[in-house]
């Protein structure tokens, strides 16, 4: 079994590196399992820079090696940061550019049903902008693009409020919750 995690954060030192990524790749790697790391900020993955090229948008080079890493894994992560209701801009760009008809989808039906994914966000913001906002991005990625188009089953999603205010022990009950989470999608557990 091979767990993929792809995160957009530009700082290094943001809890999304130095605690989350950290976390699932032990909880992984204590069952002898493989993780990859795609770090969309790390690669230097700039969806932009497609842009003109319109033949090459979703077969450039980037596109071509992340679709292979979606191939081989079993359980895939995505780590991001929210803005605006919506995800890091590398992130979204990924989904543009990597699920792609004839990947992930075709005209009859979604093509990566066999694979579990778990987004996690965070954002600065409070809780109470969840009712705010009507939590538009939960509606949209668990239960709408993942799911109805590209055909994942049982897609999760953490959602991590106040980042930056947050306690360590609100974190780490964060965590633990993820960390229960993964236990629980091996087959013995």
């Known amino acids: 079994m091979k767990a993929l995690i792809v995160i957009a954060h530009p700082d290094r030192k943001a809890l999304e590196h130095k605690n989350i990524v950290p976390t699932i790749k032990m909880s992984y790697k204590k069952r002898g399992f493989s993780v990859e790391v795609l770090n969309l900020?790390?690669?230097?993955?700039?969806?932009?820079?497609?842009?003109?090229?319109?033949?090459?948008?979703?077969?450039?080079a980037f596109a071509k090696s992340y679709r292979n890493s979606i191939k081989q894994s079993d359980h895939i992560y995505i780590i991001s940061p929210t803005r605006w209701i919506s995800l890091d801009p590398l992130i979204e760009g990924f989904i543009d550019q990597v699920f792609t008809k004839g990947f992930a989808f075709d005209?009859?039906?979604?093509?990566?049903?066999?694979?579990?994914?778990?987004?996690?966000?965070?954002?600065?913001?409070?809780?109470?902008?969840?009712?705010?906002?009507?939590?538009?991005?939960?509606l949209r990625m668990r239960l709408m693009v993942?799911?109805?188009?590209?055909?994942?089953?049982?897609?999760?999603?953490?959602?991590?409020?106040?980042?930056?205010?947050?306690?360590?022990?609100?974190?780490?009950?964060?965590?633990l919750t993820i960390q229960k989470y993964i236990t629980k999608s091996f087959p013995d557990s």
């Open 41 to 60: 900020y790390n690669d230097g993955y700039n969806p932009s820079l497609f842009i003109g090229d319109i033949s090459n948008i979703n077969n450039n």
């Open 107 to 138: 005209q009859r039906s979604p093509l990566l049903k066999r694979k579990k994914l778990v987004i996690i966000t965070t954002t600065t913001s409070n809780k109470s902008l969840k009712w705010k906002t009507l939590n538009l991005l939960w």
């Open 146 to 175: 993942f799911p109805k188009i590209f055909g994942f089953k049982n897609v999760k999603m953490f959602q991590i409020w106040s980042s930056k205010s947050m306690t360590r022990l609100n974190l780490t009950k964060k965590l």
